[in-house]
């Protein structure tokens, strides 16, 4: 995992990720095999000052999940298909006045949005 500070208060802000590494674990079948679990999960999201890092998991904290969902407010709500985790992520906040698109937050995969802001 990984966190970074910044402090936002307006304009547009955005931070893009690259997986550069996809384990894809072999699983057993059969009486040793385990319940079947997320191989790898991502997310990229916001929060203010002092919340858990778990994004996703607070009332302040705001991120997009590589199952397709966005998790806010302790609630999972599906807004796309499953994202490929061997893409560039971008993350927009937009934070300008008088903008269309003001006050919300997009995510991008390889430079294309992925759902609506």
Not at 9 to 22: A, D, I, N, T
Not at 37 to 65: E, H, N, W, Y
Not at 85 to 104: I, K, Y
């Amino acid at each position: 995992g990984a966190r970074c500070d910044v402090g936002v208060k307006s304009g547009r802000y955005m931070f893009e990720v690259r997986v550069v590494e996809v384990l894809d674990p072999v699983e057993l079948i059969g009486p040793q095999s385990r319940t079947p679990t997320p191989k790898q999960l991502l997310r990229l999201g916001l929060s203010v000052a002092d919340v858990s890092p778990i994004m996703g998991d607070a009332d302040d904290s705001m991120c997009f999940d590589s199952e397709g969902f966005v998790l806010w407010n302790k609630r999972r709500t599906q807004v796309s298909s499953r994202l490929d985790l061997r893409s560039t992520f971008a993350v927009v906040l937009n934070l300008c006045e008088g903008h269309p698109n003001m006050n919300t937050i997009s995510l991008f995969q390889n430079g294309a949005r992925v759902g609506p802001p």
